[in-house]
């Protein structure tokens, strides 16, 4: 018997939801997938300045702990935490809105 792969559980799962259990589902998928981002973006930022998570970290006034988990994406960066990062590697902050897709 062939084993089931990720995305056909995946799919099962999401068969398998009310419609409010899978906008939750969207939902958090959504904010998760842009805290990913936003720490990519964060990170990549970071490594073009040539410093380290604890050289940021020591600028941000916070630790190195803090800047892996943005960079991780374990945790929604908030505007004045941005607004540090951006501080700290002379950088400004840009927000894009655009059409869903």
Known sequence: MPRTTID???NRRLGAMTPGQRAA?????DTTRL????GEKVRNAREAAGL??????ARMGTSQAAVARL??????ATLTT???VAAALDLKI????????
Do not use: I, N, Y
């Open 8 to 10: 056909e559980l995946k």
């Open 25 to 29: 589902f969207d939902q958090t998928h």
């Open 35 to 38: 805290a990913l981002e936003v």
């Open 52 to 57: 380290s998570q604890r050289d940021l970290a």
């Open 71 to 76: 960079e991780a994406g374990g945790v929604g």
């Open 82 to 84: 941005l607004q540090k």
């Open 94 to 101: 840009t927000v894009d809105l655009s059409a869903a897709s």
